[in-house]
């Protein structure tokens, strides 16, 4: 018992991924996001995610891996409106990871965290326990009307009801480019190789995709940025996700 | 004292009769539904043999399956590369299966072929990988050039997937992620 302890403490080490060849780390530069969306339309096509539907979504129900809340800031006349996209932080210390009675969501070499559907029991602990509160759950089973299954993505399971999911970094385009990268023998995929539907899409760059173990890749320069913060640090989440906070003027 | 059948085949000893021929029924059953039912070999539009192919002509695999070092998908031939063959193969010209296939070629038709090796749809496989780390396509297709009618000899789950992953030390070979998507 006391040597599987150890060995779940070894496993929840922040970093413990430093001896892999990935980190993946997204950085999102809040002073870029104009709050267009575009990250959620991508997102949706690329990861089969269901349209709910106006009822449903007024129960809070609707599935977004990513979302861009607003906020308002100041008082009437003077008064800002500020956006920032949410998504699964892929924290090191996940809540999630250590809820999950099935092991369906854990963290992976790669230092991201995954979910399994097809293990997932539906307990949706981890969704009471993730304080980002990004993760779904499927209420219903939904179905595409013809012609529109057409563009399912068939890199991605398309999930049933009961099952928890959430936002995976992409990891089919992540498996795509580490492919290609055995093809050319190469240890490890190039910088700017992967490239997920939210950081394609966003028309003024402020989603910035990359391997934090590698120094010299974009993400890693841009986590250096002193405007950077991470989102509800103090719960010692310790997330992948670095925001860059508004420059006021 | 001996056992003899024959005991239970007297006209007095009706109900043991009749356990012993649903005893023999199920085993019978069991090998007709395995035989032709089952969806480990199951019957083919067309009674193709992979043993006159691969073994009598000796087709190399990829002859017909180009994709497999290439895509993740080893690809079934197109009607028209079975044509290509069988348009200069006049000795076979009148067996009835060359008929059939010929039928689908004027009609214009795919031919529909029932998939054996079928994985589930939350399974990530590329034949790619797997053929470029070395593996050889019987390793887990089983003797596919001695079969008339294809079989499928694995069992093409999780365990059996896992086990040869474990067995030859695969790079995050055992991480859900790699197969599961």
């Known amino acids: ?249 | 004292m001996s056992i003899s059948v024959l005991d239970a085949l007297r006209p007095g000893k009706k109900p043991a009769l009749l356990g012993l021929v649903l005893v023999f029924g199920l085993f019978v059953g069991a090998w007709v539904h395995g035989k032709y039912f089952s969806d480990r070999s199951p019957i083919q539009p067309i009674e193709f043999s992979h043993m006159i192919h691969a073994t009598d002509n000796e087709i190399p695999c990829q002859h017909c399956h180009i994709y497999a070092d290439r895509t993740p998908v080893a690809g079934v031939p197109s009607v028209s590369k079975c044509m290509g063959c069988h348009n200069s193969v006049p000795s076979v010209r009148e067996h009835p299966e060359i008929l059939k296939l010929v039928a689908y070629w004027e009609k214009r038709e795919p031919i529909p072929w029932i998939k054996v090796h079928d994985l589930p749809d939350f399974v990530h496989f590329t034949h790619k990988r797997h053929i470029r780390a070395g593996l050889a396509c019987q390793e887990c297709h089983g003797p596919v050039e001695t079969m008339n009618r294809i079989t499928r000899v694995a069992t093409m789950r999780m365990p059996w997937c896992v086990d040869c992953h474990t067995e030859r030390n695969v790079e995050h070979g055992r991480d859900c992620w790699t197969c599961h998507k």
Not at chain 1, 32 to 40: K, N, S
Not at chain 1, 78 to 107: N, S
């Open chain 1, 1 to 249: 018992m006391s040597t599987f302890v150890e060995k779940l403490r070894q496993y929840r080490k922040p970093g413990y991924y430093d001896k892999f060849d990935y980190h993946w780390t997204m950085t999102i530069d809040l002073d870029r996001c104009t709050g267009c969306e575009a990250c959620m339309v991508a997102c949706q096509a690329e990861n089969n995610l269901p349209i709910v539907g106006e009822k449903r979504f007024a129960e809070n129900r609707e599935i977004k891996w990513i979302r861009i809340e607003r906020y308002w800031e100041g008082e009437y006349p003077d008064v800002k409106m500020r956006f920032i996209p949410m998504l699964c932080q892929h924290c090191d210390d996940a809540p999630c990871e250590t809820a999950c009675p099935v092991f369906a969501t854990y963290h992976n070499q790669d230092g991201l965290n995954t979910q399994i559907y097809n293990r997932c029991i539906g307990t949706r602990t981890c969704a009471v326990y993730c304080p980002y509160e990004v993760r779904y759950f499927n209420w219903f089973t939904y179905t595409w009307d013809e012609p529109l299954e057409q563009q399912l993505n068939p890199d991605v399971t398309v999930r049933e009801k009961g099952v928890m999911e959430k936002c995976t970094f992409c990891i089919q385009r992540i498996r795509i480019a580490k492919d290609n990268a055995k093809d050319d023998d190469r240890r490890r995929v190039r910088d700017g190789e992967v490239v997920p539907a939210c950081v394609q899409s966003c028309p003024t760059e402020a989603l910035v995709f990359g391997n934090s173990n590698d120094p010299e890749a974009k993400v890693s320069k841009m986590m250096k940025n002193p405007r950077g913060y991470k989102v509800l640090e103090e719960l010692n989440t310790t997330p992948s996700i670095v925001y860059l906070t508004k420059v006021h003027s």
